[in-house]
């Protein structure tokens, strides 16, 4: 599939970067080149800028932790608001947003020359969606606007269940994308297990993501909705799919590059045989909110092949998991964790793999974002990131570990 994206900044003076994709996606951008001083100038600063410069990783809540660990996520989004300097973008596409003191550091920005746009869903409309509205509009077209869709912003159906957080520059770092589970509410803060993965420094990236971003703003369905991309090795995709069968899910495909046996000297588990020989088999950990439906069955049925082909294979299952899909796991022996802390579980929609993957015995995968494995997920405005490198697949392994243990 070869997809054109544009992202547009200002209309005074702009030059077009054609970056090509691996996957056949041909991305078309239009950048600013106004010198930074220009655009220092357009609005007088109304508060300072932070010095705060994220970094390329996974941030985690911990609901059951101080009220630090609590808010981790909503703290590092905040401190690259703050570090948002006048004449950058931040563009914001989030399913629910009530948190006020993450308004308050948006409308800040607004004031100090920074563009703000930001997208939530209609569901329900919170007292911060709302004054953000107020303050900075809802025309699309403006160079500042808050707004909701009718239900999905690409295609009509289903809703804007996107967490994607986007900065032209924040602090030290340029090109920031902001990917995971998190809603901007209390409940998710305290009562829901939530990821957010950061990529700094990566244009390409970011301007498929604004470009998506720029799509949505206008609330039109698009003829296809669906984009799949490779970037400078992160794997990226942006739902909806409406027509979609067991046999072209990117889900089912990608668990059906899992190989069980033969990973690499320091990858997946050790495992001794019935014969007393050992083998290296891969390990699959799975922490997901919802996991229902026709498709979480046929899912579910290709995760249990994977148990009985030897894989070593964990789930922490949130509220959303269905009795079909529990009773598929539990007869295919795979342990299952449903959280031990009452009214805590998980909003993480999240699969590693560490071993055999696409044919490399020496991988490690992280897959994050915002997508249910669901029928239901199929209709949403929703997005993944596959991530490939050993840093990011430690730090989830441990979050999991934490969640298993403790969760």
Same mark, same amino acid.
């Given at each position: 599939?070869?997809?054109?994206? $544009?992202?547009?900044?200002?209309?005074?003076?702009?030059?077009?970067?054609?970056?090509?994709?691996?996957?056949?996606? /041909?991305? *078309?951008?239009?950048?600013?080149?106004?010198?930074?001083?220009?655009?220092?100038?357009?609005?007088?600063? /109304?508060?300072?800028?932070?010095? +705060?410069?994220?970094?390329?990783?996974? !941030?985690?809540?911990?609901?059951?932790?101080?009220?630090?660990?609590?808010?981790? !996520?909503?703290?590092?989004?905040?401190?690259?608001?703050?570090?948002?300097? @006048?004449?950058?973008?931040?563009?914001?596409?989030?399913?629910?947003?009530?948190?006020?003191?993450?308004?308050?550091?948006?409308?800040? &920005?607004?004031?100090?020359?920074?563009?703000?746009?930001?997208?939530?869903?209609?569901?329900?409309?919170?007292?911060?969606?709302?004054?953000?509205?107020?303050?900075?509009?809802?025309?699309?077209?403006?160079?500042?606007? @808050?707004?909701?869709?009718?239900?999905?912003?690409?295609?009509?159906?289903?809703?804007?269940?996107?967490?994607?957080?986007?900065? $032209?520059?924040?602090?030290?770092?340029?090109?920031?994308?902001?990917?995971?589970?998190?809603?901007? $509410?209390?409940?998710?803060?305290?009562?829901?297990?939530?990821?957010?993965?950061?990529?700094?420094?990566?244009? @390409?990236?970011?301007?498929?993501?604004?470009?998506?971003?720029?799509?949505?703003?206008?609330?039109?369905?698009?003829?296809?909705?669906?984009?799949?991309?490779? !970037?400078?090795?992160?794997?990226?995709?942006?739902?909806?799919?409406?027509?979609?069968?067991?046999?072209?899910?990117?889900?089912?495909? /990608?668990?059906?590059?899992?190989?069980?046996?033969?990973? @690499?000297?320091?990858?997946?588990?050790?495992?001794?045989?019935?014969?007393?020989?050992?083998?290296?088999?891969?390990?699959?950990?799975?922490?997901?909110?919802?996991?229902?439906?026709?498709?979480?069955? +046929?899912?579910?049925?290709?995760?249990?092949?994977?148990?009985?082909?030897?894989?070593?294979?964990?789930?922490? =299952?949130?509220?959303?998991?269905?009795?079909?899909?529990?009773? !598929?796991? *539990?007869?295919?022996?795979?342990?299952?964790?449903?959280?031990?802390?009452?009214?805590?579980?998980?909003?993480?929609?999240?699969?590693?793999?560490?071993?055999?993957?696409?044919?490399?015995?020496?991988? $490690?995968?992280?897959?994050?974002?915002?997508?249910?494995?669901?029928?239901? &997920?199929?209709?949403?405005?929703?997005?993944?990131?596959?991530?490939?490198?050993?840093?990011?697949?430690?730090? +989830?392994?441990?979050?999991?570990?934490?969640?298993? =243990?403790?969760?």
């Amino acid at each position: 599939m070869t997809t054109l994206l $544009t992202a547009q900044l200002s209309r005074a003076t702009r030059r077009s970067v054609v970056v090509a994709l691996a996957a056949g996606l /041909a991305l *078309a951008v239009l950048m600013s080149t106004a010198p930074t001083s220009t655009l220092l100038q357009t609005r007088p600063a /109304a508060t300072r800028v932070g010095t +705060y410069t994220p970094r390329t990783g996974a !941030i985690f809540n911990r609901p059951i932790g101080s009220n630090a660990e609590k808010r981790a !996520i909503f703290r590092h989004v905040n401190k690259t608001i703050e570090a948002a300097p @006048a004449g950058s973008t931040i563009r914001f596409a989030v399913y629910s947003f009530a948190e006020a003191r993450t308004a308050d550091r948006l409308v800040a &920005a607004h004031q100090r020359g920074v563009r703000v746009q930001v997208i939530f869903n209609d569901h329900k409309i919170y007292g911060p969606e709302r004054r953000l509205q107020k303050v900075l509009g809802s025309n699309p077209r403006a160079r500042s606007f @808050a707004r909701s869709c009718e239900g999905s912003c690409r295609d009509g159906k289903g809703n804007m269940h996107q967490k994607v957080f986007l900065f $032209t520059k924040a602090g030290g770092a340029e090109h920031v994308v902001m990917v995971g589970s998190n809603n901007m $509410t209390r409940n998710n803060a305290v009562n829901q297990w939530s990821d957010i993965y950061t990529v700094v420094g990566d244009p @390409a990236l970011f301007w498929t993501y604004a470009g998506v971003f720029d799509q949505m703003k206008l609330d039109v369905p698009q003829k296809s909705p669906f984009i799949q991309a490779e !970037i400078n090795g992160y794997g990226t995709q942006f739902y909806p799919r409406v027509e979609t069968t067991q046999l072209d899910d990117p889900i089912y495909l /990608a668990l059906s590059q899992i190989t069980c046996l033969g990973a @690499a000297e320091g990858y997946g588990d050790l495992v001794t045989l019935p014969d007393g020989t050992t083998q290296r088999v891969t390990r699959i950990r799975i922490s997901h909110h919802a996991w229902n439906g026709d498709r979480g069955r +046929y899912l579910a049925v290709k995760v249990a092949e994977l148990k009985r082909a030897g894989c070593d294979v964990r789930v922490i =299952a949130g509220v959303g998991i269905g009795g079909v899909v529990k009773n !598929i796991l *539990a007869r295919a022996l795979i342990p299952m964790s449903t959280g031990t802390v009452k009214g805590v579980r998980t909003h993480q929609k999240l699969m590693t793999v560490n071993g055999v993957y696409a044919g490399n015995p020496a991988a $490690t995968v992280v897959w994050n974002g915002s997508h249910n494995w669901s029928n239901g &997920a199929l209709n949403r405005d929703d997005v993944v990131l596959r991530v490939n490198t050993p840093e990011a697949y430690a730090q +989830y392994n441990a979050n999991f570990e934490d969640i298993w =243990a403790n969760g």
